[in-house]
C-alpha cells in the first residue's frame, strides 16, 4: 500500500502563508498526488492534485519535489475557516486513496 | 451539480445487530463508489471500492460487506456488529482514474453498545 507521511500538528498565525509537507515514500511514476482537508464531524474536501508539476487553485498551491518523494502544500492566507485536518495522498489503481493521520492545522487569530 | 447522499448522519446499534448504510450520487452516471471508516483519533482507512454495477473490490478482510445494486447505490452491510465496528463511515464518489478527485458525503457515526 501507499504511504505517506505527515507531522501531526502544526500552527499557523492568521492570514500568514503556511507550508504543509508531506513525504510519499512509496509513490510510482503514474501516482498523482492529492490534498484533502477534513472539518470535525464532516466528511473531507478536496484542495488539490497533481502529478509533477506545481499546482495552482482557489484553495492552495501544490508544490511537488523533483523526485516526487515530497509534496508541500500551500495556503497562501491563511484563515481561522482553514482550520482543520489536512490529508495528502498518492492515488493508484482504480482511483484509490490511502490516507494517513494527516496535519492539524491550528489557525491563531 | 453533483451530490451525494448518505443516512443515516448517526446510528446506535448494540453488538451483534445487522447493519446498512446507504449512499446515493446524483448527476452523474457510471461513478466509482468507496466506503471509507475512520477510527476516533485515526485516518481514513478505504473498505470497499466499486467501478460499476456488481462490481466490488474489497480492501480489508472484516465483518462487513458492499453491494451496488444500481449504478449510483452504494450499500455497507453487516450481518452482525462488533465493537470493533464503531466509527465514522464516509462514502465517497469519483469518475475516472487517478487525475480525478473524490467528492465525499457528510458520513455516518455508527456507535455500537
Known amino acids: 500500500d501507499a504511504k505517506t507521511t505527515q507531522p501531526n500538528s502544526m500552527e499557523s498565525n492568521e492570514e500568514e502563508p503556511v507550508h504543509l509537507p508531506c513525504n510519499h515514500s512509496?509513490?510510482?511514476?503514474?501516482?498523482?498526488i492529492h490534498w484533502y482537508r477534513q472539518l470535525p464531524s464532516q466528511g473531507p474536501e478536496y484542495v488539490i492534485h497533481?502529478?509533477?508539476s506545481n499546482v495552482n487553485n482557489r484553495m492552495a498551491s501544490l508544490a511537488i519535489a523533483e523526485d516526487r518523494k515530497s509534496s508541500t502544500l500551500i495556503l497562501h492566507r491563511a484563515t481561522l475557516r482553514d482550520a482543520a485536518v489536512y490529508y495528502c495522498s498518492d492515488q493508484t489503481g482504480a482511483n484509490n486513496l490511502f490516507f494517513g493521520t494527516g496535519t492539524r492545522l491550528t489557525v491563531i487569530p | 451539480s453533483q451530490t451525494i447522499h448518505q443516512w443515516p448522519a448517526t446510528l446506535v446499534q448494540p453488538v451483534g445487530s445487522p447493519l446498512s448504510l446507504e449512499c446515493t450520487v446524483e448527476g452523474t452516471s457510471n461513478p466509482n463508489l468507496y466506503w471509507y471508516r475512520q477510527a476516533a483519533g485515526r485516518g481514513l482507512q478505504l473498505l470497499f471500492y466499486?467501478?460499476?454495477?456488481?462490481?466490488i473490490s474489497s480492501e480489508v478482510p472484516q465483518n462487513l460487506s458492499a453491494s451496488r445494486p444500481q449504478d449510483r447505490q452504494f450499500i455497507l452491510s453487516s450481518k452482525k456488529l462488533l465493537l470493533s465496528d464503531s466509527g465514522f463511515y464516509l462514502c465517497?464518489?469519483?469518475?475516472?482514474?487517478?487525475?480525478?478527485?473524490?467528492?465525499f458525503g457528510d458520513g455516518t457515526r455508527l456507535s455500537i453498545l
Open positions: 512509496t509513490i510510482s511514476g503514474t501516482d498523482y
Open positions: 497533481g502529478l509533477t
Open positions: 466499486s467501478v460499476g454495477i456488481g462490481q
Open positions: 465517497a464518489w469519483s469518475v475516472g482514474g487517478g487525475d480525478q478527485p473524490q467528492h
